[in-house]
């Protein structure tokens, strides 16, 4: 049980199964990649070169497991148009675009809480290299 606002709250029951199959989809939808190509394709369909453009840094291959894996989930459609030669777009699925939301309002979080988060890492790391120089001066 828990205590929320002077209120009780049974906690449900959790199946195990249920566990590792949130933690599977939470793994594709939380992976750096997937989430910055379902950001990129929440503003409409785009072909790979566009996609791969707009992410700076991201390999040719990875973009490719990535589209195949948000894909093989059903977030992405891939669409190829017999043309010469053939095109090839990418775009959410109803159910991808089900994901613009908590997606966006996870980016604009980080965006907001960046500077927070940096000054935290730094104020841990010096006092991570403080502790380490102390354990191996005890020695």
Not at 11 to 23: F, G, Q, T, Y
Not at 37 to 51: D, T
Not at 57 to 84: A, H, W
Not at 119 to 128: I, L, N, Q, S
Request: proline fraction near 4%; charge should be neutral.
């Amino acid at each position: 049980m828990d205590v929320t606002n002077g209120a009780l709250i049974e906690a449900p029951e959790i199946d195990h199964s249920d566990c590792r199959k949130v933690s599977q989809v939470l793994a594709r939808i939380g992976d750096k990649w997937s989430v910055l190509v379902v950001m990129q394709l929440a503003q409409g369909a785009l072909r790979f070169s566009e996609i791969k453009r707009r992410l700076n840094g991201i390999s040719q291959r990875m973009l490719t497991l990535t589209l195949r894996g948000l894909e093989r989930d059903g977030l992405v459609i891939r669409t190829i148009f017999p043309t010469i030669p053939p095109r090839v777009e990418y775009r959410l699925s109803d159910l991808g675009c089900s994901l613009r939301e908590p997606v966006m309002a996870l980016g604009q979080w980080a965006l907001a809480h960046m500077t927070e988060i940096d000054a935290a890492r730094e104020k841990f790391d010096r006092g991570a290299a403080s502790s380490d120089e102390v354990g191996a001066s005890g020695r």
